[in-house]
């Protein structure tokens, strides 16, 4: 089984707002990373459309802007995403992950097939962090 918990290297503390269906409002400045997640919300750099563009049963996603007013800095190179894969602790054993898959964690954990994996690495020029599906359940008992 090879499953990979995907997260931004550089740790960010940017909190958002959901203004409507494609824009966020900052109330929390920090850097962007190309993962931001919370229970509301998976924004991905647009760079990886090409590997979900490999994946669309199972994750759809729109463009997304991000909004800082204070500063006047604004983010276009996100999509908001919505994965349709749930991942069950339980199950993990028996999920097929050959191929390109994607699945959520709790609204806002995501995790990869090593194929997926190896494709999200070779775009994000050491920007995010895999870590073994095993590792990241026991990190967070």
Do not use: C
């Not at 931001?36 to 997304?64: C, G, H, N, R």
């Not at 006047?72 to 898959?101: C, P, R």
Request: charged share 20%; hydrophobic share 45%.
């Amino acid at each position: 089984m090879n499953i990979w918990h995907i997260s931004s290297k550089a740790a960010s503390k940017l909190a958002l707002w959901r203004i409507n269906e494609t824009e966020f409002r900052v109330t929390r400045f920090d850097a962007a990373t190309p993962l931001l997640t919370s229970p509301s919300y998976i924004l991905l750099d647009k760079l990886f459309e090409p590997v979900l563009s490999q994946m669309k049963e199972q994750v759809s996603w729109q463009p997304a802007v991000i909004h800082e007013p204070l500063r006047q800095i604004e983010w276009s190179n996100f999509n908001d995403l919505k994965i349709n894969t749930q991942l069950e602790v339980k199950a993990i054993n028996k999920l097929d992950a050959s191929g390109f898959k994607i699945w959520v964690y709790g609204g806002k954990h995501v995790f990869l097939s090593e194929p997926a994996k190896e494709a999200f690495e070779t775009i994000a020029n050491g920007t995010l962090q895999f870590t073994p599906a095993p590792a990241f359940f026991k990190s967070i008992k």
